[in-house]
């Protein structure tokens, strides 16, 4: 590999790293969002601007007001990644 290649490659891998931990944020798949961002990373920032949020204990697609109450109308209290790492 030249040099030219290996910066593109960790480019890729920086642009799937920031997908990924933004789809991470919408409680959605680290790796295959990471994935998708390191092969299409506008592409990948635009999709994932335009979907919700998911619930942490159903899975089932929230608002952003569902999000921003902290209120699942499937489960009731929604309790984010973070705050499930802390117990």
């Known amino acids: 590999m030249n040099e030219g ?3 593109l490659l960790g480019l890729a891998a920086f ?3 920031v997908i990924g931990l933004l789809a991470l944020r919408k409680n959605r798949s680290f ?3 990471g994935l998708f961002g390191a092969i299409t990373f506008l592409i990948a920032g635009i999709a ?7 619930c942490p204990n159903c899975q089932q697609p929230l608002t952003n007001r569902q999000w921003k109450d902290r209120q699942c109308p499937n489960c009731g ?6 705050l499930r790492l802390k117990k």
Do not use: I, K, M
């Not at 994932?48 to 998911?54: D, I, K, S």
């Not at 209290?77 to 973070?82: E, M, V």
């Open 5 to 7: 290649q290996l910066f």
């Open 15 to 17: 642009f799937g790293l």
């Open 31 to 33: 790796w295959l969002w």
């Open 48 to 54: 994932l601007a335009c979907v919700g949020f998911l």
């Open 77 to 82: 209290n929604l309790r984010h990644l973070w």
